[in-house]
């Protein structure tokens, strides 16, 4: 039997037959109908789209999927999206394949002023502070639809479950924060934590550009999801016609898109920012978490990791658990996760993950089956390509902090440099001529024609390996395998000609020259850990400061947290820039309050030195898990 009959009613069968056979309608027309039935109603399930009413009498729109015939009362799995759920019958059949068979509710949501769902849109919408009981947000939301649920869904246990990827698992976990008593676990994954310091539209104070104008643009240039309409295949080529960001508004947006109005008036690490971060302010975790992560994540990795740290520290039931795989923004969610580009990882770790841990997970905490066989942290250690567990993450014993120090001849090692010499290397940035972040053409986020977006993070890095405008430094192979796990951090001492800088650190594994069994990956750079610091951030995220001129100054930031193996024979490689384009705004390199209002004028050429002499040792800090490990 195919696909398409097996989700459609025998009845809805029988019809499209006799459309096609009896010239009520062409053969093209039935099977379009045919699909519309699959896409709206599958057979195993009754389905049921109601307007929930919420306790200010703004009412959201949610389709509910009952398994038919039951043989038990089952709990409810609920997801609240702003992306639209017409498709929610083909992600139970797709991206929920796995549970929906394992039986459960189904239930998916509108946000509020998204599609269906009534009120008005408030992206990422923040929660109510403690004690607050008349203000609303995605947490009393949540508990208005799980209290109208428990009451009028048939068949329901009386639990609940939340999931879901990227702005589904902020929804997840901004239900958990004041929790209805029938929300019984969530699994978020890839949720953002802060806007500003590390998840879609800032990190460290650079404004993530292509992201956050298309994101932006798509959310709130109409009540359904709207793309913005290039006239550049290579949108590299748009964003630096478009000159300074001041002509978004002025010639394209016109102060109508209210996110970027944001961000516009919110530059810095302001309390407009500090109030969307997420933050706990109950004396303790009060439902079972299951923290979500991809290390080649493009939108949301430090979300994850941010929200499992937070929660960590109000865990006194041992409620907080965080899996980490190999995966892009939402990888484990769909396909096998074998591979992501040109990576392989010898297994199905997305499978793995939906089969063996979020199954379990959920048939524990609202079925009362089973009991997941979970460690603090469960985390793929790409390279050598197998799961590892932990007691604690980051690690806390069996981990040597060790410093990969910049040398002179581009050379990269674990020897500090020696010497009164002032060494360094420099280069020209230019902002007319920023370093692309990905091969060029780079097509829109959300081209129709599918974009790389989703797997940039491990394109080969040899495309500006050589570049003027981009500094090097390489180890020896190594003699030993290396595994990292743990926080990857950078401290550069380096000085500017002009008045404020970016700084874009890599760490990553070089492939031998010669891969005999998988001759493409020869000489192949992966990236492992990366990102970028705005330098008028260097004194406090809150004030932006200009820089001194010729002033050799430290920039210590964090390239987050990494489970990785270097392999014998690989080599280790440092790559600094100042420009990572459009991924990142440009930076004038001349010091203006508001980026935002930069006049082209602003815009200049500077040069940069990277330091890396005995008084001014430039290096890369990195977790080496100690033989016994």
Same mark, same amino acid.
Request: charged share 20%; glycine share 8%; net charge neutral.
């Given at each position: 039997?195919?696909?398409?009959?097996?989700?459609?009613?025998?009845?809805?069968?029988?019809?499209?037959? =006799? =459309?096609?056979?009896?010239?009520?309608?062409?053969?093209?027309?039935?099977?379009?109908?045919?699909?519309?039935?699959?896409?709206?109603?599958?057979?195993?399930?009754?389905?049921?789209?109601?307007?929930?009413?919420?306790?200010?009498?703004?009412?959201?729109?949610?389709?509910?999927?009952?398994?038919?015939?039951?043989?038990?009362?089952?709990?409810?799995?609920?997801?609240?999206?702003?992306?639209?759920?017409?498709?929610?019958?083909?992600?139970? $059949?797709?991206?929920?394949?796995?549970?929906?068979? @394992?039986?459960?509710?189904?239930?998916?949501?509108?946000?509020?002023?998204?599609?269906?769902?009534?009120?008005?849109?408030?992206?990422?919408?923040?929660?109510?502070?403690?004690?607050?009981?008349?203000?609303?947000?995605?947490?009393?939301?949540?508990?208005?639809?799980?209290?109208?649920?428990?009451?009028?869904?048939?068949?329901?246990?009386?639990?609940?479950?939340?999931?879901?990827?990227?702005?589904?698992?902020?929804?997840?976990?901004?239900?958990?924060?004041?929790?209805?008593?029938?929300?019984?676990?969530?699994?978020?994954?890839?949720?953002?934590?802060?806007?500003?310091?590390?998840?879609?539209?800032?990190?460290?104070?650079?404004?993530?550009?292509?992201?956050?104008?298309?994101?932006?643009?798509?959310?709130?240039?109409?009540?359904?999801?709207?793309?913005?309409?290039?006239?550049?295949?290579?949108?590299?080529?748009?964003?630096?016609?478009?000159?300074?960001?001041?002509?978004?508004?002025?010639?394209?947006?016109?102060?109508?898109?209210?996110?970027?109005?944001?961000?516009?008036?919110?530059?810095?690490?302001?309390?407009?920012?500090?109030?969307?971060?997420?933050?706990?302010?109950?004396?303790?975790?009060?439902?079972?978490?299951?923290?979500?992560?991809?290390?080649?994540?493009?939108?949301?990795?430090?979300?994850?990791?941010?929200?499992?740290?937070?929660?960590?520290?109000?865990?006194?039931?041992?409620?907080?658990?965080?899996?980490?795989?190999?995966?892009?923004?939402?990888?484990?969610?769909?396909?096998?996760?074998?591979?992501?580009?040109?990576?392989?990882?010898?297994?199905?770790?997305?499978?793995?993950?939906?089969?063996?841990?979020?199954?379990?997970?959920?048939?524990?905490?609202?079925?009362?089956?089973?009991?997941?066989?979970?460690?603090?942290?469960?985390?793929?250690?790409?390279?050598?390509?197998?799961?590892?567990?932990?007691?604690?993450?980051?690690?806390?014993?069996?981990?040597?902090?060790?410093?990969?120090?910049?040398?002179?001849?581009?050379?990269?090692?674990?020897?500090?440099?020696?010497?009164?010499?002032?060494?360094?290397?420099?280069?020209?940035?230019?902002?007319?001529?920023?370093?692309?972040?990905?091969?060029?053409?780079?097509?829109?986020?959300?081209?129709?024609?599918?974009?790389?977006?989703?797997?940039?993070?491990? $394109?080969?890095?040899?495309?500006?390996?050589?570049?003027?405008?981009?500094?090097?430094?390489?180890?020896?192979?190594?003699?030993?395998?290396?595994?990292? =796990?743990?926080?990857?951090? =950078?401290?550069?001492?380096?000085?500017?000609?002009?008045?404020?800088? @970016?700084?874009?650190?890599?760490?990553?594994?070089?492939?031998?020259?010669?891969?005999?069994?998988?001759?493409?990956?020869?000489?192949?750079?992966?990236?492992?850990?990366?990102?970028?610091?705005?330098?008028?951030?260097?004194?406090?995220?809150?004030?932006?400061?200009?820089?001194?001129?010729?002033?050799?100054?430290?920039?210590?930031?964090?390239?987050?947290?990494?489970?990785?193996?270097?392999?014998?024979?690989?080599?280790?490689?440092?790559?600094?820039?100042?420009?990572?384009?459009?991924?990142?705004?440009?930076?004038?390199?001349?010091?203006?309050?508001?980026?935002?209002?930069?006049?082209?004028?602003?815009?200049?050429?500077?040069?940069?030195?990277?330091?890396?002499?005995?008084?001014?040792?430039?290096?890369?800090?990195?977790?080496?898990?100690?033989?016994?490990?």
């Amino acid at each position: 039997m195919t696909d398409l009959a097996r989700l459609m009613p025998h009845t809805c069968i029988a019809f499209a037959l =006799a =459309a096609t056979l009896g010239g009520i309608a062409s053969p093209a027309a039935a099977q379009e109908a045919a699909l519309e039935t699959a896409r709206t109603r599958p057979a195993q399930w009754t389905v049921s789209d109601v307007m929930i009413p919420m306790r200010d009498g703004v009412k959201l729109r949610t389709k509910i999927f009952v398994p038919a015939n039951p043989k038990a009362a089952l709990p409810i799995l609920f997801l609240r999206t702003p992306y639209g759920i017409d498709d929610s019958a083909q992600a139970i $059949e797709s991206r929920y394949k796995e549970l929906a068979e @394992d039986g459960y509710i189904f239930a998916f949501q509108d946000i509020r002023g998204k599609f269906g769902s009534e009120g008005d849109f408030v992206m990422l919408r923040p929660a109510r502070k403690a004690g607050d009981t008349r203000s609303l947000d995605e947490g009393t939301d949540a508990w208005d639809s799980i209290a109208w649920m428990l009451k009028n869904v048939p068949a329901n246990n009386g639990r609940v479950g939340m999931l879901g990827n990227s702005y589904l698992g902020w929804t997840s976990v901004m239900a958990s924060l004041e929790p209805h008593p029938a929300l019984k676990a969530i699994a978020p994954m890839a949720s953002p934590a802060d806007m500003w310091l590390g998840d879609d539209f800032y990190h460290n104070g650079a404004f993530r550009l292509s992201y956050g104008f298309e994101y932006a643009y798509m959310m709130e240039a109409g009540k359904g999801n709207a793309q913005f309409a290039f006239d550049r295949y290579d949108t590299y080529t748009w964003y630096l016609g478009l000159g300074s960001l001041a002509n978004v508004n002025r010639d394209i947006f016109r102060n109508r898109i209210a996110t970027w109005n944001d961000f516009t008036a919110h530059p810095d690490y302001d309390a407009f920012w500090q109030r969307r971060a997420f933050a706990i302010d109950t004396a303790e975790l009060k439902v079972p978490t299951l923290n979500v992560a991809g290390w080649w994540d493009q939108e949301d990795f430090y979300g994850p990791m941010k929200i499992y740290e937070t929660l960590e520290q109000r865990d006194k039931r041992g409620l907080n658990y965080l899996v980490v795989g190999p995966w892009k923004h939402g990888g484990a969610r769909v396909g096998p996760g074998d591979a992501l580009g040109a990576i392989g990882f010898d297994s199905a770790t997305a499978k793995y993950y939906r089969e063996r841990i979020e199954i379990p997970w959920f048939a524990y905490h609202l079925k009362g089956q089973g009991k997941p066989d979970l460690p603090e942290a469960l985390t793929f250690e790409a390279g050598s390509n197998r799961w590892r567990r932990w007691d604690t993450w980051p690690p806390k014993t069996g981990v040597e902090q060790r410093k990969l120090y910049f040398g002179a001849g581009r050379s990269l090692s674990f020897s500090a440099p020696k010497g009164d010499g002032e060494g360094f290397d420099s280069y020209v940035s230019d902002p007319a001529h920023p370093v692309p972040y990905r091969h060029r053409p780079i097509q829109a986020t959300y081209f129709p024609g599918g974009s790389a977006w989703s797997t940039w993070l491990v $394109e080969d890095q040899r495309f500006v390996d050589g570049r003027p405008d981009v500094l090097t430094w390489e180890s020896a192979p190594l003699e030993a395998d290396l595994t990292i =796990a743990g926080k990857v951090t =950078a401290k550069l001492f380096a000085s500017t000609t002009g008045s404020d800088a @970016d700084w874009i650190v890599k760490l990553i594994d070089v492939y031998p020259e010669h891969v005999s069994g998988n001759w493409p990956m020869s000489g192949y750079q992966l990236m492992v850990s990366s990102e970028v610091f705005r330098g008028r951030y260097r004194q406090g995220f809150e004030q932006p400061a200009a820089i001194q001129a010729g002033a050799v100054l430290p920039y210590p930031f964090s390239l987050h947290t990494q489970n990785y193996t270097f392999r014998k024979g690989h080599r280790l490689m440092v790559q600094v820039q100042s420009s990572w384009f459009p991924l990142i705004d440009r930076n004038p390199q001349t010091f203006v309050p508001n980026i935002f209002s930069a006049k082209d004028s602003d815009f200049r050429p500077a040069t940069h030195r990277i330091y890396r002499s005995a008084r001014y040792p430039s290096h890369v800090t990195i977790p080496v898990v100690t033989p016994m490990q």
